[in-house]
């Protein structure tokens, strides 16, 4: 794999202290490649202490529904990790909520299905407005 000599990919806490005003929200979106994992990264627990030790409220948004049977017999337990591991120090969104995969088109888990746009679009309307409803603001 290639990686760029001369644009390194910031660590979260860098990019946390260097940001100014200061982040008064931190969202973390998470895909299906979370899915992936059989517990949850050591580094999302780092990242929930930088994100609050930088003074910031932290919202941590799980993977939207999928079809492909594999992953989505993950996601209940990925959510109950994740909510075991964020839940008391940030807000958990379940996007499942706002996603429902067609039993037909695409590959299983990318919104790139006819309609797939659209639903996404779904997804980010429901997000952002869990978010502006939120205890945090």
């Given at each position: 794999?290639a990686?760029s000599?001369?644009h ?5 806490d ?8 200061r ?9 299906t490649?979370?899915l992936?994992q059989s517990?949850?990264e050591?580094?999302?627990?780092r990242?929930?202490?930088e ?5 910031a409220?932290c919202v941590?948004v799980?993977p939207?529904?999928v ?7 993950r ?7 994740l909510n ?5 120090s940030c807000?958990?969104?379940d996007?499942r909520?706002f996603t429902?995969y ?7 888990y990318h919104y ?5 746009p659209?639903?996404a679009e779904?997804w980010?309307?429901?997000?952002s ?5 939120s205890p945090?603001?």
């Open positions: 794999p990686r000599r001369q390194a990919t910031p660590y979260f860098r990019l946390l202290s260097s940001a100014s005003p982040y008064d929200v931190v969202v973390v979106a998470l895909g490649n979370s992936g517990t949850l050591a580094g999302y627990a990242m929930i202490r994100a609050i030790a930088a003074g409220r941590w799980g939207p529904d079809r492909k049977a594999n992953l989505k017999a996601l209940p337990g990925f959510y109950r990790d075991a591991l964020a839940a008391r807000e958990v969104i996007s909520e429902r067609p039993s037909q088109g695409g590959d299983g790139n299905f006819p309609g797939g659209e639903a779904r980010a309307h429901g997000v407005a869990r978010i502006a409803r945090l603001h």
